[in-house]
């Protein structure tokens, strides 16, 4: 008795967990299309070099590597375009990075842009990079 109690219990906490995604996604006025939630983490390789190393000696350390996470991706809605958005700084870099995930539809795959800026709000050479045809997995 207890073990089917306990099934329907989770039963209806799962329906009332999807439940309240779909109404808070009502809510939000986010469309179906909207691209899903996503994170992002910027990751940075370095290698060390040492000063007095002597000659024969290694003069770089092995590569290394720190990653920061930004901030959870956002939904924004204009002109009946549906945007995931993820915009932040991370503590070691001077740069703002901003990544976009567009779409228009159901039937239309997504947009890809990354960004990264200065500190004065201007794009670092090269960007921002744009790839057309990205098809998020629900």
Request: charged share 25%; proline share 6%.
């Amino acid at each position: 008795m207890l073990r089917k109690s306990l099934v329907t219990f989770s039963a209806l906490l799962c329906s009332g967990f999807f439940f309240g995604l779909y109404l808070l996604r009502a809510l939000a006025a986010e469309s179906s299309y909207a691209p899903p939630p996503f994170a992002c983490e910027v990751r940075y390789h370095f290698r060390e070099h040492f000063r007095y190393a002597k000659l024969g000696e290694k003069s770089v350390s092995a590569p290394a590597f720190e990653r920061e996470a930004l901030p959870m991706s956002h939904v924004a809605l204009l002109d009946g375009v549906s945007e995931r958005i993820v915009k932040g700084r991370v503590a070691h870099l001077p740069y703002e990075f901003l990544v976009k995930i567009t779409r228009r539809s159901d039937s239309e795959t997504g947009t890809l842009e990354v960004n990264v800026l200065d500190s004065l709000g201007k794009p670092l050479a090269g960007f921002p990079q744009e790839s057309e045809g990205i098809r998020a997995a629900r």
